[in-house]
């Protein structure tokens, strides 16, 4: 079982930054990727970044050169840097991790940025 805490969502203007934060515990070891998915409103949810337990990245398009994916392994966190954020950004965010063939969840934080 691992368990997953986010952090870090909030309002924020066209062209600003914030931060999310994703603490991970329980069967940490047997993590094989973390990473960020979100979810707009009438939309599917979709793959924002992802951090792979060797270290290679992953990005979606919309995203490359804006947004980068983190870890600081003694905290057991991930973290996304969410530059030059743009309305089309808006949406709940989700921490994942997949491990033992399971896909964790964490609980959601939204994530709004106003024109």
């Known amino acids: 079982q691992v368990h997953l805490v986010e952090s870090g969502g909030g309002l924020v203007q066209a062209g600003g930054f914030l931060r999310l934060s994703c603490a991970a515990s329980g069967s940490i070891f047997s993590i094989n990727y973390m990473g960020w998915y979100r979810q707009a409103p009438g939309k599917q949810r979709e793959l924002v970044a992802r951090i792979h337990s060797g270290g290679s990245l992953d990005y979606a398009d919309s995203v490359k050169g804006r947004f980068i994916i983190s870890r600081d392994n003694a905290k057991n966190t991930v973290y996304l840097h969410a530059n030059s954020l743009k309305p089309e950004d808006t949406a709940v965010y989700y921490c994942?991790?997949?491990?033992?063939?399971?896909?964790?969840w964490g609980q959601g934080t939204q994530v709004t940025v106003s024109s």
């Open positions: 994942n991790a997949f491990a033992g063939y399971i896909d964790y």
